[in-house]
C-alpha cells in the first residue's frame, strides 16, 4: 500500500515535539472511533447542520490541494459540533468516467511497448506521439512556438509515465501491473483517500461513505433512478450537437475527462467557399475538379463579405486539399480538416481524405471568386505573416474596409514593390483593389479602418500595439453600431442582418457552418480534442422555466458574503445552455432506458447528496455495496425512491420492510436540504451549477441547497503545486510532516477569498512549537505550578478577563460565514497576545487562578475545530474534563465590558509611548568628531496630562465624522471625508482661519487615521469626549507604570489642573506628557515635553 499519515523517521531532525502531536492524533482518533462520535443519526426537534464536499477522483492519492478545500467543511462541521448541533458530514468517492480508464490504458500501452517494467527509449516523452488511429491527425498545430509548453506538458515534463507516477505513489513494483485493469483503482484507491482523510481527523460519517460506477449496484440504481426523473420531467432529450470530442477515446470529452481546457466549448465560425478560378503551379493536380474546387476562410462576421478584396494565408504554412462532401475540394489547414471531420464534412466520419500537399507559396497569387463579391470579379490570393493554422482554417478573408489589419496588410503590398516580388505576388494582384464600403459607423464612417489606422497614425502591419487598439475601436462598435450600406439588407442594423446573411450563405452552398475548440483541449487519454457533430443524450439547461427556478435557488441560497461567489453563479447561469450527459466509453452507469450509453461523470454527480442520507442503511457501512443483507438493490424501484426521497405513496409490493423504508424516509426528511456545499472555484462553471439545475428540477422549493461556500486553488509555499517541479505534498506526506494538527492550523492560515490560497511550510512548522509549547504551559499553571492567586479581580484581571470575551465572540462571528483565517487570528493570535501582555501585567503578584483557567478552556475550545487532537489532549489530560472538546459546546462567557477594556487598551497604549519616549531620552548620544562625549541622560520624573475631551479643530474633526457616519451608516471614502471635513473647518468660528497647510497636514491625516479607528473598534471612537476616565486609569495604574519604566516619581494630573507644566495639548487617548530628566553627573536638572501625538 502507498504511505500515508503515521510516524515519520526524519534522519538527524529533532522531532520530539512533532511525534508528541502525532501521539495525541493516534489517540485521539482511537477515541472517536470508539465512541462512535461523527456517527450522526436523525434526531427531529435537535438543530442539525449537514455539509459536504465534492467526492474526489479516484485516479491517485489525495494532496494538499484536496485537503485545503476539503478543510473548510471540516473546520464547519467542527464549529457546529462544538455548537452543538447535531453534525453530518459524509464523504464518497468518484470512479464514474474516462480518466482512471484512461490511465489503465496507457499503462498497458506502456507496458505492452516497453516491457514490464518499462526500459523506456531515451527521448521518451520528449515527442508528441500519435495515439488516435485516425488518418491524417495532427496532435499539435505545427506553428506552435519551440519551446512553448502546454499545460498538460509543464505539469507532465519528460518522466511522468503512467508508470513512473504509480511508482511515485509508493505502490509496490509488483503492483503496479494490476492497475492495467480499471477495477483495481477503484479497489486500491478509496481505502487510501479514506485512510488519509481519517489521518487527518475528519469527523466524517464513514458508514455512509461509497464509490460510483455500477461496481456499487446501490448508487448505480440511485442514478438511473435521477435519470428517469428528469426524462420524466422533459429535462434529458436525444439530438445531434456539437461538442467538443476526444477522437482516440471515441465520444465527447467533458471537463472532468481533460487533461487541459476545462470549461473550454466550441467557437461557431462561418466558413466561406471561395471558388479556385485558375490552378497554376502544384495546383495544376487539381484542375480535373474545376468549379469544385474551394478555398475555405473561416469568418466571425460573414455580413462583410460584401466587402473582400482578397484572401491571406501564411506563406510558410502548411496546407492541404482535402475530399468534401458532393465531390468538392477543400483548400485548408490541416487543423481545420480534422475538424471538419467530425462534423459530416468529410466522406467518412472522423476521416480526413487530403488530395494533395500544399504550403502557402503554392496559393501565392491564385484567383479565387468570392460569393458576395461585386465589386471584383477576381480576387487574389495574398501573404500575411500573422495568420494561424491553430485557429480556423489557416485561410482569412481581407475585409480592409472594417478590419485595421486587413487595411494595413493590403496598403503594405501597395506600397512595397519589394514585398510584392519576394512573394511572387503581380502588381495587378494588388494595386487594382481599393476599400469596399460595406457598413456605416458613427464617428468612423463607410470605411472605419482608413479612418481609424490615420488616427493612430499607423505605419505598417507591424505595428502590433497600434493595431490590437484601432480593432478594440471599430470591431465591437461596428457590431453593435453599424448599419449595412450594401445588399439586400442594406439600411439595417448590422447585428439584424449577420444572421440572415449567414442563412442566405448556408443555402445557396456559398458557406459550411463550422466548429472547433475555442481553446486547446487535451483529452487525459493524450489526445487534443476537437468538435464533433454527435448524436447525444443532452440536459436541457438554459431551459427558460428550469433557468428560472434555478435563479430563484440562488437567490435565496447563502454564499457566506462572497459577492464573487454569486456573481460567478450568475454568470455561468448565463451561458450555460444543453449539456451532453451520455458517453459510449469508460465506468459508470448506464442511460436506463438507452444502455448503449454511459451516464457522463459530471452528470451522475449533481445530487448525490442526498444519497448520503440513505446510503448507511443501505450499504450498512461497506462502500462498495457488496453487504446486501439489508436491501437487495433489484428491490430499489423508481416507486422506493420517490418515496424515500418524499415524492410519492408507500409503494405497496417493493418487498423491503415499511420500517426500512420509513427509516430511510425520516433520515432524508431530516438532514434535507443540505446547509453547506463546499468546493474550489472551478466547479462553478459546472458541477455546483449543474447542482442547484437538478434539485430544482427534482424537489421542491423547501429541498433546495442552503449553501455553497468556494474557494480558491492552493499554492505550496507562494509557488503553484506541480509534481515536475517537486512543490507537491499529497495528503499523507503534509500529515507526517507536520502532524494533521500543524497541517490544519497551516491551512486554516492559508487564506479564505475566492484567490488563490498559500500553504506555507514555515506556518505550519511553526503551529507544532505553538501548539506543544501552549501545552505544556497550561499543564504548568493549571497542574504542575498552578495559579494560586483568587479573589477580587484587579484592574488588570477585569481588562483580561473582557478581553478572552471579546476575542471569543469575534472568532465565533468569524467560524459563523467561514472565514477561518480570521478565525485562527482572533480566537489564538489575539487571545494569545492578551494572555501574554496579562502574565507581563501581573509581574510577581501573579495571575488570576479563574481567570486562567477560564483562559485554557475557552482556547483549548476555540482552537478545537482547527486542531481537534491536541485539543482532546488538553481537554482530557490537562483541563481534567469529562467527555470530549468537540462536541463540549461553545465558551459560555459574559459580554465583555467594553468601557474596561477600552481603559486596558488606553492603559498599554500610553505605557508603549512612554517606553519608547524614556528610552530614546536615555539613549546614549552619538559622539562628537571633537571635544568631549555628551553626558548620558536619566529620566528621573514622569509628568502626565490627560484631556479627557477634544477641543478646536480635532472636535469639529470628531462632529463632522460622526454625522457623516450616522447619516450614510458606513465610513466614508477620502474623497467625501476630505469635502466634508473641510467644509466643516470653513463653517465653524473657531476653524475657519486654518491655513491650508495645516488643513493638509494636521486636519485631513486625523480625520482618516479616525475615521480608521472607527471601522475597525466601531463608530463610539467618534465621541467628542473620552469614555474612559483616563485620570483614573493612569492614577489607580501608577504602580504599574513605575514598576515597567523603571521611574519611582511619575504624576497624573487634569490639563484644567496642569498650573506650569509646559502642555500644547491633549486629548483622549493622547495625554501631554513632560519628562524629567538628570544627567549621570549631577548637574541641574532640565525639563523637556515630548510629545506622544499618533
Not at 500515508?4 to 485521539?28: I, P, S, V, W, Y
Not at 502546454?150 to 507516477?165: D, L, P, V
Not at 430544482?696 to 486553488?713: L, V
Not at 487571545?831 to 488570576?848: I, K, N, V
Request: aromatic share 10%.
Amino acid at each position: 500500500m502507498a504511505k500515508g499519515g503515521g510516524k515519520k523517521e526524519d534522519a538527524g531532525k529533532n522531532t520530539q515535539r512533532r511525534d508528541f502531536l502525532l501521539e495525541c492524533q493516534e489517540k485521539a482518533q482511537a477515541k472517536w472511533r470508539d465512541a462512535k462520535t461523527f456517527e450522526a443519526k436523525a434526531e427531529p426537534g435537535k438543530p442539525k447542520f449537514y455539509g459536504n464536499f465534492p467526492y474526489p477522483y479516484m485516479n491517485g492519492l489525495l494532496h494538499l490541494g484536496h485537503a485545503f478545500s476539503l478543510s473548510k467543511l471540516e473546520f464547519a462541521a467542527a464549529y457546529h459540533r462544538l455548537k452543538g448541533e447535531n453534525v453530518l458530514f459524509p464523504q464518497g468517492f468518484h470512479c464514474t468516467g474516462m480518466p482512471i480508464k484512461a490511465c489503465a490504458d496507457k499503462l498497458k500501452r506502456e507496458i505492452a511497448l516497453y516491457g514490464c517494467p518499462p526500459n523506456y527509449p531515451e527521448n521518451f516523452g520528449m515527442e508528441k506521439k500519435k495515439e488516435a488511429e485516425t488518418e491524417e491527425v495532427a496532435l499539435e498545430p505545427k506553428n506552435k512556438a519551440k519551446g512553448k509548453k502546454s499545460k498538460a506538458q509543464a505539469k507532465q515534463g519528460r518522466g511522468a509515465t503512467q508508470y513512473e507516477i504509480l511508482q511515485k505513489s509508493g505502490i509496490p513494483e509488483n503492483e503496479i501491473p494490476s492497475f492495467q485493469e480499471s477495477l483495481h483503482w477503484l479497489e486500491y484507491f478509496p481505502p487510501l483517500a479514506k485512510r488519509d482523510i481519517e489521518a487527518m481527523g475528519c469527523g466524517v460519517d464513514w458508514r455512509r461513505s461509497f464509490i460510483t460506477t455500477d461496481v456499487n449496484p446501490y448508487y448505480d440504481s440511485f442514478v438511473r433512478w435521477q435519470f428517469w426523473k428528469l426524462k420524466e420531467l422533459g429535462k434529458v432529450i436525444k439530438d445531434k450537437r456539437h461538442a467538443v470530442y476526444s477522437p482516440l477515446d471515441g465520444q465527447p470529452c467533458a471537463d472532468h475527462d481533460r487533461a487541459t481546457g476545462e470549461g473550454v466549448g466550441p467557437q461557431e465560425y462561418t466558413l466561406i467557399k471561395m471558388r479556385v478560378l485558375e490552378f497554376p503551379g502544384k495546383l495544376s493536380e487539381l484542375a480535373q475538379h474545376e468549379g469544385k474546387v474551394f478555398m475555405l476562410a473561416a469568418t466571425l462576421r460573414p455580413e462583410t463579405m460584401y466587402g473582400q478584396t482578397n484572401a491571406w494565408v501564411l506563406p510558410d504554412g502548411a496546407y492541404g486539399a482535402y475530399q468534401g462532401l458532393n465531390g468538392e475540394i477543400y483548400v485548408i489547414s490541416e487543423h481545420s480538416a480534422r475538424n471538419l471531420a467530425y462534423q459530416d464534412q468529410s466522406p467518412e466520419f472522423g476521416k480526413t481524405a487530403k488530395i494533395l500537399d500544399l504550403t502557402g507559396h503554392d496559393l501565392m497569387g491564385v484567383p479565387l471568386k468570392s460569393p458576395l463579391g461585386e465589386k471584383y470579379d477576381a480576387i487574389y490570393v495574398l501573404p500575411l505573416l500573422t495568420v494561424s493554422l491553430s485557429k480556423g482554417t489557416g485561410v482569412v478573408t481581407s475585409v480592409p474596409s472594417d478590419s485595421p489589419d486587413d487595411y494595413m496588410g493590403l496598403s503594405d503590398l501597395k506600397k512595397k514593390a519589394k514585398l510584392r516580388e519576394k512573394f511572387g505576388i503581380k502588381d495587378e494582384h494588388v494595386l487594382p483593389f481599393e476599400v469596399v464600403p460595406v457598413l456605416t459607423i458613427p464617428e468612423f464612417g463607410d470605411a472605419a479602418a482608413e479612418k481609424v489606422c490615420a488616427m493612430l497614425k499607423i505605419q505598417s502591419q507591424n505595428d502590433k500595439t497600434k493595431l490590437e487598439e484601432a480593432k478594440k475601436m471599430t470591431y465591437l462598435k461596428g457590431f453593435t453600431e453599424g448599419v449595412m450600406t450594401v445588399g439586400k439588407y442594406a439600411g439595417q442594423k448590422v447585428q439584424d442582418a449577420k444572421p440572415l446573411i449567414k442563412q442566405d450563405l448556408l443555402s445557396s452552398g456559398d458557406a459550411i457552418v463550422y466548429f472547433e475548440p475555442e481553446k486547446q483541449v487535451m483529452s487525459r487519454s493524450g489526445d487534443e480534442c476537437v468538435v464533433a457533430l454527435t448524436d447525444q443524450w443532452y440536459l436541457q439547461y438554459g431551459e427558460e422555466g428550469w433557468l428560472e427556478k434555478t435563479r430563484d435557488c440562488l437567490a435565496d441560497m447563502s454564499v457566506f458574503e462572497m459577492d464573487e461567489v454569486r456573481n460567478a453563479f450568475k454568470h455561468t447561469l448565463g451561458w450555460m445552455r444543453q449539456w451532453a450527459c451520455s458517453r459510449s466509453f469508460g465506468l459508470g452507469t448506464l442511460m436506463p432506458w438507452d444502455e448503449e450509453y454511459l451516464i457522463e461523470s459530471l452528470s451522475d454527480s449533481t445530487v448525490y447528496m442526498a444519497y448520503y442520507t440513505v446510503a448507511h442503511v443501505l450499504q450498512r457501512g461497506e462502500m462498495y455495496g457488496k453487504d446486501q443483507s439489508e436491501v437487495k438493490p433489484e428491490s430499489l424501484t423508481n416507486a422506493v425512491w420517490d418515496y424515500v426521497f418524499g415524492l410519492g405513496d408507500l409503494p405497496a409490493d417493493s418487498g423491503i420492510p415499511t420500517e426500512t423504508l420509513d427509516a430511510m424516509k425520516a433520515e432524508f426528511d431530516y438532514w434535507y436540504p443540505f446547509d453547506l456545499r463546499v468546493s474550489g472555484k472551478d466547479l462553478i462553471q459546472n458541477h455546483l451549477t449543474f447542482s442547484l439545475y437538478n434539485h430544482t428540477a427534482i424537489w421542491p422549493k423547501e429541498k433546495w441547497p442552503r449553501g455553497m461556500r468556494c474557494n480558491g486553488h492552493l499554492m505550496l509555499n507562494n509557488e503553484k503545486m506541480s509534481k515536475s517541479t517537486g512543490n507537491f505534498k499529497t495528503l499523507g506526506e503534509a500529515i507526517q510532516e507536520y502532524s494533521a494538527d500543524g497541517m490544519r492550523f497551516a491551512l486554516a492560515d492559508a487564506g479564505d477569498s475566492m484567490e488563490d490560497a498559500n500553504f506555507v511550510h514555515d506556518t505550519a512548522n511553526a503551529a507544532i512549537l505553538r501548539l506543544t509549547k501552549e501545552c505544556d504551559w497550561m499543564d504548568e499553571v493549571l497542574n504542575t505550578s498552578p495559579c494560586s492567586r483568587t479573589g477580587d479581580l484587579t484592574f488588570h484581571d477585569q481588562v483580561f478577563k473582557s478581553a478572552i470575551s471579546l476575542c471569543a465572540g469575534k472568532c465565533i462571528k468569524a467560524y459563523e460565514i467561514m472565514l477561518f483565517r480570521e478565525a485562527l487570528q482572533t480566537g489564538f493570535y489575539q487571545l494569545q497576545s492578551a494572555r501574554d501582555e496579562y502574565r507581563f501585567q501581573c509581574g510577581q503578584e501573579g495571575m488570576h487562578a479563574d481567570l486562567i483557567r477560564t483562559f485554557c478552556e475557552v482556547q483549548t475550545k476555540l482552537l478545537a475545530p482547527f486542531c481537534p487532537h491536541t485539543m482532546e489532549h488538553v481537554w482530557c489530560s490537562v483541563l481534567k474534563m469529562e467527555g470530549q472538546v468537540v462536541n463540549s459546546g461553545l465558551p459560555s462567557l459574559p459580554e465583555p465590558d467594553l468601557l474596561v477594556y477600552q481603559s486596558g487598551k488606553f492603559m498599554e497604549g500610553v505605557l508603549s509611548d512612554l517606553r519608547s519616549s524614556v528610552q530614546k531620552a536615555q539613549a546614549p548620544p552619538k559622539k562628537k568628531k571633537k571635544g568631549p562625549a555628551m553626558p548620558k541622560m536619566k529620566v528621573t520624573g514622569i509628568r502626565l496630562v490627560v484631556g479627557p475631551e477634544y477641543t478646536g479643530w480635532r472636535r469639529v474633526a470628531i462632529e463632522s465624522l460622526a454625522k457623516m457616519h450616522s447619516e450614510s451608516g458606513s465610513a466614508p471614502d477620502n474623497a467625501t471625508l476630505e469635502a466634508t471635513v473641510l467644509e466643516a473647518m470653513q463653517a465653524n468660528e473657531e476653524t475657519k482661519d486654518m491655513t491650508k497647510k495645516d488643513l493638509k497636514m494636521l486636519v485631513l491625516p486625523f480625520a482618516k487615521f479616525m475615521r480608521d479607528r472607527a471601522i475597525s473598534i466601531g463608530e463610539e471612537v467618534l465621541r467628542t469626549k473620552s469614555a474612559v476616565d483616563e485620570l483614573t486609569v493612569l492614577t489607580d495604574n501608577l504602580s504599574y507604570l513605575k514598576r515597567v519604566l523603571k521611574v519611582e516619581d511619575i504624576t497624573v494630573t487634569d490639563v484644567s489642573s496642569k498650573g506650569d507644566l509646559d502642555i500644547k495639548e491633549a486629548y483622549p487617548g493622547n495625554p501631554g506628557v513632560v519628562l524629567v530628566k538628570e544627567e549621570d553627573v549631577p548637574v541641574e536638572k532640565k525639563v523637556e515635553e515630548m510629545s506622544l501625538d499618533k
